[in-house]
């Protein structure tokens, strides 16, 4: 008897319904098991507060995981940079697909390149990280705090409202306005965010089952990296609360960056390291402990939990 789709859980927003849609079509196509989607409003889609007053990106997950819990669905796909870092409690992370284009892009008025933007320029974006990056990168350059989705933002910069904004290539891609880029930040000048580009496709610990279903769109390779990433972000939690990027790369051997950047872009902490693949998670946790060498616990700005709004192209 063949098994009954599969009902995967994703928020309602255009880029959501997209990647979720992507990740339904590749279960189906490594198992043969067909999968629906749920729509589910979730705090952080409705609300028009800043996202470091409601709690961080977590809102845009806790929805969906309570949805999971109470068998509502039997999986759910987030962007895994709207994760918070500690394990939830009767769930797992079954599978990390192969991970799209991490960098960070530009989406500018007139096909502008950074380096073209006047002195003053107005630049969107609801992400410290990125915010303190730009300011890194040029003073002169003046971030403004904006939220909606990928369409809405773009569409400030096609009215001359803003300059510039500043999204996520991966959902970009995932949404077809890669048109609209006018530079790609290379992680050289511009950290990603921890998981970026990624996805994370959650179910039930107790759903053994399901579990080893949803392990055949796993990327081995994919999951060593955003492991890294994240711990790196877990290992700052406890005493660092500033704009947080990091990035990791390789097959068995990774090299992990990561940034601890003040708010105002006048100054930033690095470090990188590498290690065996398999030591992921220790690697991410030896380079927080060297940014907390460095100082990183006096980088005072926003919740380190605040590294995204929650939608990949944001």
């Known amino acids: 008897m063949s098994r009954p789709p599969l009902r995967l859980g994703t928020r309602k927003s255009p880029m959501a319904m997209a990647q979720s849609g992507q990740v339904a079509r590749l279960i189906t196509e490594r198992t043969g ?5 749920i729509g589910v409003t979730t705090f952080g889609d409705v609300t028009r507060a800043e996202l470091a007053q409601i709690g961080g990106t977590g809102v845009f997950a806790s929805a969906l995981r309570e949805n999971l819990l109470a068998g509502h669905v039997d999986l759910a796909v987030h962007s895994l940079k709207d994760l918070p870092v500690a394990p939830a409690p009767g769930l797992v992370l079954a599978a990390v697909p192969v991970r799209e ?7 500018a008025r007139d096909g ?9 320029a107005t630049v969107g974006t609801g992400s ?14 003046r971030p403004v705090p904006v939220r909606g989705n990928a369409g809405t933002r773009l569409g400030k910069v096609e009215s001359g409202e803003l300059d510039a904004v500043l999204l996520a290539s991966a959902g970009l891609a995932r949404i077809g306005r890669l048109d609209a880029v006018t530079q790609i930040f290379e992680p050289e000048e511009m950290l990603p965010a921890p998981g970026q580009g990624a996805l994370a496709v959650e179910c039930r610990a107790g759903d053994t089952d399901l579990a080893g279903l949803l392990a055949q769109v796993d990327d081995r390779v994919s999951r060593a990296a955003v492991t890294a990433e994240r ?18 790369a390789g097959t068995e051997i990774l090299q992990l960056r990561a940034v601890v950047a ?12 590498t290690a ?11 380079v927080a402990a060297e940014l907390l060498r ?21």
């Open 112 to 120: 502008a390149k950074f380096a073209d933007l006047p002195a003053g």
């Open 33 to 37: 098991v067909s999968v629906e989607l």
């Open 276 to 286: 065996p693949a398999v030591e992921a998670g220790r690697l991410g946790r030896d």
């Open 101 to 107: 284009d991490p960098r960070d892009a530009l989406a």
């Open 262 to 273: 003040a708010l105002d872009g006048g100054s930033a902490l690095r470090a990188s390291a």
């Open 294 to 314: 460095q100082g990183a616990a006096a980088y005072a700005a926003v919740s380190s939990e605040y590294i995204s709004n929650g939608d990949d192209a944001s």
């Open 231 to 248: 711990a790196v972000l877990a290992g700052l939690a406890a005493g660092c609360s500033a704009p947080v990027g990091a990035y990791a």
């Open 128 to 141: 410290p990280r990125r915010a303190a990056q730009l300011r890194l990168l040029r003073p002169d350059i």
